[in-house]
């Protein structure tokens, strides 16, 4: 399958400051990439889509704000996580979509995921 | 809306006991349901998809079905290393995933 890397795989920051989580696809151009935030023994609930080259569509409660996403070329896109506070620690993971096939194709392959921790 | 609903939550099996893990859906216009494994702290790997109803899919001691309201994944005689939590979901027309809340399975040797 696809190969989708991540990066940092775990990060702790103090509250209040920024950290940025990296999405990259390794062995394919990714025109569309998901960002999601996982908690704690729940499945994955979507944050935002990210497009390359135009601004991402966020979920509806997804402070766009706070979670900002850039998708500046067909292999990355990143995670900024501005001000962060303790609530905001949790599972983000991207997945990148496989594209071609046509429109029943809709393949997406996941990162290793970040674990942040905010103190 | 969309919706998926995985049963059962949790699913201990001896090794060798085989069983069967099922995805509902609700779904408007199916572009594909999508299984996957996911290791503790690890991003989910991805498995099988499925497009249509009556489609079947194999790989090692997995085997994924599916029709028209649901999806089972068939495990064969299960080891140890199968042991993780399994992810279903699906994809429509709003061109997103929806996820299960997933099955945690352990397998005891």
């Known amino acids: 399958g696809a190969v989708v890397s991540q990066h940092p795989s775990r990060v702790i920051c103090k509250s209040g400051t920024s950290v940025k989580i990296e999405c990259r696809s390794l062995?394919?151009?990714?025109?569309?990439m998901f960002w999601y935030r996982q908690f704690p023994k729940q499945s994955l609930m979507l944050m935002a889509t990210?497009?390359?080259?135009?601004?991402?569509?966020?979920e509806q409660g997804v402070e766009k704000d706070k979670f900002l996403i850039n998708h500046a070329s067909l292999t990355l896109s990143t995670l900024t996580v501005t001000s962060a506070h303790p609530e905001d620690s949790s599972f983000y993971i991207c997945?990148?979509?496989?594209?071609?096939?046509?429109?029943?194709?809709?393949?997406?392959?996941f990162g290793q995921g970040t674990r942040l921790t905010v103190v | 809306e969309d919706q998926v609903t995985q049963s059962p939550e949790a699913l201990r099996l001896q090794e060798g006991e085989s069983s069967s893990l099922n995805c509902s859906y609700t779904?408007?216009?199916?572009?594909?349901l999508f299984w996957y494994r996911q290791d503790p702290g690890k991003g989910p790997e991805f498995l099988f998809t499925?497009?249509?109803a009556g489609e079947e899919k194999e790989k090692e001691r997995l085997k994924a079905t599916l029709t028209k309201k649901e999806s089972f994944l068939h495990i064969t005689a299960p080891k140890p290393e199968d042991s993780a939590t399994y992810l279903c979901?699906?994809?429509?027309?709003?061109?997103?995933?929806?996820f299960g809340q997933g099955t945690t399975l352990q397998v005891k040797p």
């Open positions: 997945s990148a979509r496989v594209p071609g096939g046509g429109p029943a194709r809709t393949e997406a392959f």
């Open positions: 062995d394919f151009q990714a025109t569309t």
């Open positions: 990210s497009n390359e080259g135009s601004k991402a569509t966020y």
């Open positions: 779904v408007s216009g199916l572009r594909g």
């Open positions: 499925l497009y249509s």
């Open positions: 979901a699906v994809g429509g027309n709003t061109g997103k995933l929806i």
